[in-house]
């Protein structure tokens, strides 16, 4: 070899040296800044874990916020959340769980900030994550026999008026329910006799839910989005009104007989679903109730005999009763029962109470009607009241004076009523069972504000 091919050779080893340790003092600086820079930046938000339907359908519901490094324990007065919303909070090296005492607002943007985080590095920063809940669906009937056309379930967006979509033909519904993606309605046929039939919302072939030939169907409800919906069977000779629960996710035809004690049958004057659960409240024509899992196979657990079943607390399992004696709630999960000191809705001597539903352990919503008999026909004048224990007030009135009140039920998340509108100029359908009339509508009321935020047509809204 020459001696200016090894004085290159040696040259190009040398450069190849210097341009390895080079990268190595690059590599070493970057990581160097790297570590510097993340100790002085402090904790980010490196992952969240929510379930934005749970959180304005149960309260309790839970956000988790994971820091991308060990921090230390976060105090409840360290964060803030916006619209302002009640909560907990817990934390560890790796995480802030906030707890939402309260089921939140629908279609909602939440901003939680986590303020001075310290991270094992001693580096302070905020965390801050947005998220949306999503809006509420809710279903209306309407009948349009009367103009020869086939009834109709409609769907929209509570805060979305443009959202309405038919989601269910056929000839004469009496009364509908929607269990997760499934719908039950009860049919009225020629001769006046009633089938249960049932359909997937996205459409397919409707099936016929065996029922006992002869027995008139009402009272259909359902669980939500458990998939189940409950109806109630009255014998053609009147002997029996006996309760029904059907599983669309258990593959069988058949509905299952809910029964008492024992297994002796239950002669039902009223029932319902136990929110967000399997279980369902059923109160026997001697006045009982009865708690019953429909998947399970336990005994029905008696609750005690009361007259009127006023419903559930949205977002809790206490059931609210009304007696002789008064208002009492009762915990079906254990059973426990506690007066209710309602507050006084003011009501004037010659108001006439129409019907009420339960918000929390001090609170109502109630119609009032002021009748007016010097009008033909006559004239009822009807006004909600909102009752709090600060006082009563008139949260909304129909626009029209010939308009009246049917009906009203809570949203799931307790924020909205469904209020069912009956014009007075409205004709009879002259549908058995639940009848309806012409010219029906529904509005819905935020009980925040008392603002009305939109309507639709029909009756019967799902929430009910």
């Known amino acids: 070899m020459s001696t200016d091919g090894s004085r290159a050779e040696r040259r ?9 340790g080079l990268t190595v003092l690059l590599l070493g600086a970057t990581v160097a800044v790297l570590t510097v820079a993340n100790a002085v930046q402090g904790a980010r938000v490196s992952g969240a874990e929510l379930n ?46 906030i707890r939402f005492d309260e089921m939140l607002d629908y279609r909602t943007e939440y901003e939680v900030q986590v303020d001075t985080v310290t991270a094992a590095t001693g580096a302070a920063s905020t965390l801050s994550y947005r998220f949306e809940t999503p809006d509420a669906t809710v279903y209306s009937l309407v009948r349009g026999s009367a103009q020869g056309t086939s009834d109709e379930v409609f769907r929209r967006e509570l805060l979305d008026p443009g959202s309405a979509e038919a989601v269910f033909r056929a000839p004469r519904i009496q009364e509908y329910a929607v269990a997760g993606t499934a719908i039950a309605a009860v049919t009225l046929t020629d001769d006046g006799s009633t089938e249960l039939v049932a359909a997937a919302l996205d459409g397919g072939p409707e099936a016929t839910i065996p029922t006992e030939p002869g027995g008139i169907v009402t009272d259909l409800a359902s669980s939500g989005s458990s998939g189940l919906v409950g109806f ?63 998947l399970g196979d336990g005994e029905a657990v ?12 949205p977002g809790t399992t206490s059931l609210v009763v009304a007696d002789a004696a008064g208002v009492t709630s009762i915990d079906v999960s254990s059973a426990e029962k506690a007066p209710l000191e309602l507050p006084s809705d003011e009501a004037a001597p010659t108001d006439e109470p129409g019907p009420v539903v339960i918000l929390g352990p001090e609170r109502y919503a109630e119609v009032l009607f002021s009748p007016d008999y010097t009008k033909r026909p006559t004239q009822m004048n009807p006004r909600l009241m909102l009752v709090e224990p ?9 626009a029209s004076d010939d308009t009246s009140i049917r009906d009203m039920c809570v949203s799931p998340n307790g924020r909205h009523l469904a209020i069912e509108l009956l014009d007075g100029k409205g004709q009879p359908d002259g549908y058995p069972n639940l ?18 935020t939109g309507g639709t047509n029909g009756f019967l809204p799902s929430w009910c």
């Open 12 to 20: 190009r080893h040398r450069q190849y040296r210097r341009l390895v």
């Open 52 to 97: 934005p339907h749970a959180l304005v359908a149960r309260p309790a519901e839970p956000l988790t916020l994971r820091t991308s490094q060990p921090v230390e324990p976060v105090e409840t007065e360290d964060v803030r959340v916006e619209p302002a919303a009640s909560f907990t909070v817990e934390s560890d090296p790796s995480a802030v769980v």
């Open 232 to 294: 109630v069977v009255t014998a053609a000779d009147r002997s029996s009104r006996t309760l029904f629960v059907y599983d669309f996710g258990s593959g069988s035809s058949e509905a299952r007989e809910i029964v008492g004690i024992g297994g002796t049958p239950l002669t039902v004057q009223d029932w319902a679903f136990v929110p967000n659960s399997t279980s369902v409240v059923v109160q026997s024509q001697d006045l009982m109730l009865y708690l019953v899992d429909v």
């Open 302 to 313: 008696p609750l005690g005999e009361h007259q009127v079943i006023l419903g559930f607390i």
């Open 390 to 398: 600060s006082g009563a007030r008139a949260v909304f009135r129909p």
């Open 435 to 452: 009848p309806g009339y012409s010219g029906m509508s529904i509005v819905f009321l935020d009980l925040a504000t008392g603002n009305t």
